[in-house]
């Protein structure tokens, strides 16, 4: 993809120094460079031109800042990301162009290397962006083409049904006709149930590719394995992992609801969950819960629509040079095996998101060390759920725990094929009810 990025600043050489750095990219037409020298000139810009990607500003400009720079282009709902680049590096600064929708912050005098690092960055993550907006709109796009097509076949099909009994002479022949038309409004039908499953499957694609690859975890731990049961073709359930320096985070979460909707939740989970760990560089469970609450509530204006959707997660940090295990839950235990024992660690009874939620107190911290640790069980609440067995009941978290003690000797992918085998008898005849996610991670 092209990036089209628009420079704000009142110093010309700016956009000079950009142009050389990036002449490459420039020439090869992979990143295109506008130039403006105020705020006000970057808004009028912006309104005549929606195909910018990308918008690098100063803070301190005449007329307008940077940082209200970036208040208009909230107020204008531009789609675009900000990178700000200043000398007025101090935490106030930061913490205020971070608030108001800024990606990144970049001190001067600019370091090239780390700038072009995070400009590549932004622009994968215009990307992922644009490629989800498409996907979500060509769904509700083919969700209405849908009802239209059954509206406009239950309405010909009144017609044709009023037609029929005020001319009986006719009937044969329009018995004849309304076959034909409803075969044709069939086939209509299932064409767009197929575009509808085509665009799912895609989102599915698009889901999968951002959860960790089972190499990644091998490179880390001992065994490990991963239990993935979407209800849909698309899950609200997800894992994450992310390694910085000589320390791997582990997340396992439950978004609300399932199938696109959750599926949609989930993709918003992990870009805010990389942009605490790998930009931030958060790294302790309750610091990265505590500020994936406050995203989520951003992100998804939940102090002005007071909406309720949000995640229960489990957060767990391997520091392999302190050998400690850290641990914080948001509605989701840590189960782990010592000593022969199965032992829990419970949660904080809250979730992440949701207007009815007001926090006063940080998510807690749990510390462990790893001689105190053979396997790890992180896991959403659909295993548990799942109705089924002789008098078609719930599982329960009981008996999951009492099937992971049971198991707790066997090699990782026993464990996985059990609890997998298990799983599907209980559940015999009846429907899967929500999305199953089961991590175990030997240490």
């Not at 006000?40 to 690098?56: Q, R």
């Not at 622009?123 to 509700?140: M, N, R, S, V």
């Not at 396992?252 to 969950?273: E, F, P, R």
């Amino acid at each position: 993809m092209n990036c089209k990025i628009l420079l704000v600043d009142d110093e010309p050489y700016v956009e000079d120094m950009m142009k050389q750095k990036f002449r490459s990219a420039i020439r090869e037409g992979k990143i295109t460079f506008e130039y403006v020298s105020s705020g006000f000139d970057a808004i009028d810009k912006l309104k005549a031109d929606d195909t910018f990607d990308l918008v690098l500003t100063d803070i301190n400009m005449p007329g307008m800042t940077g940082l209200t720079l970036l208040e208009k282009i909230k107020e204008h709902t531009f789609f675009v990301k900000t990178i700000v680049i200043s000398a007025y590096s101090d935490l106030e600064n930061i913490r205020t162009a971070m608030n108001r929708g800024a990606f990144d912050f970049i001190t001067k005098p600019v370091d090239l290397a780390d700038l072009e690092k995070t400009i590549y960055k932004t622009i994968e993550e215009i990307k992922l962006l644009k490629e989800g907006h498409k996907a979500a709109k060509e769904l509700d796009q083919a969700l209405i083409d849908k009802a239209k097509a059954q509206q406009e076949a239950l309405d010909n099909l009144l017609e044709k049904e009023k037609i029929i009994l005020e001319q009986n002479e006719r009937l044969e022949n329009l018995v004849v006709e309304r076959t034909a038309q409803l075969q044709q409004q069939k086939s209509l039908v299932e064409e767009k149930n197929k575009e509808i499953l085509d665009s799912i499957h895609y989102a599915s694609h698009l889901q999968q590719a951002i959860l960790p690859q089972p190499d990644i975890l091998k490179n880390h731990f001992k065994d490990h394995f991963i239990l993935y049961r979407p209800k849909d073709i698309v899950s609200g359930d997800f894992y994450w992992m992310e390694k910085i320096d000589n320390t791997v985070v582990v997340a396992v979460a439950d978004c609300t609801g399932h199938g696109v909707a959750g599926a949609l939740m989930s993709m918003l989970g992990v870009s805010l969950l990389n942009q605490i760990v790998y930009e931030q560089g958060a790294t302790s469970p309750a610091k990265i819960l505590d500020k994936l609450h406050e995203a989520v509530s951003k992100s998804l204006q939940q102090s002005q629509n007071n909406s309720n959707q949000g995640m229960d997660i489990a957060i767990c940090c391997f520091n392999f040079d302190t050998k400690q295990v850290i641990y914080a839950g948001a509605n989701r235990p840590l189960v782990f095996v010592a000593s022969k024992e199965l032992k829990i660690i419970a949660p904080d009874k809250t979730p992440i998101g949701g207007s009815q939620f007001e926090r006063t107190n940080g998510f807690t911290n749990h510390v462990l060390p790893f001689t105190d640790f053979e396997i790890a069980y992180l896991f959403t609440d659909g295993y548990a759920d799942q109705f089924g067995g002789e008098h078609s009941k719930k599982i329960m978290t009981k008996k999951l725990k009492e099937i992971l003690l049971e198991i707790k000797n066997h090699e990782m992918p026993a464990q996985k094929k059990f609890l997998n085998d298990f799983f599907t008898t209980w559940m015999n005849d009846n429907e899967q009810v929500d999305d199953v996610l089961i991590a175990g991670l030997k240490i």
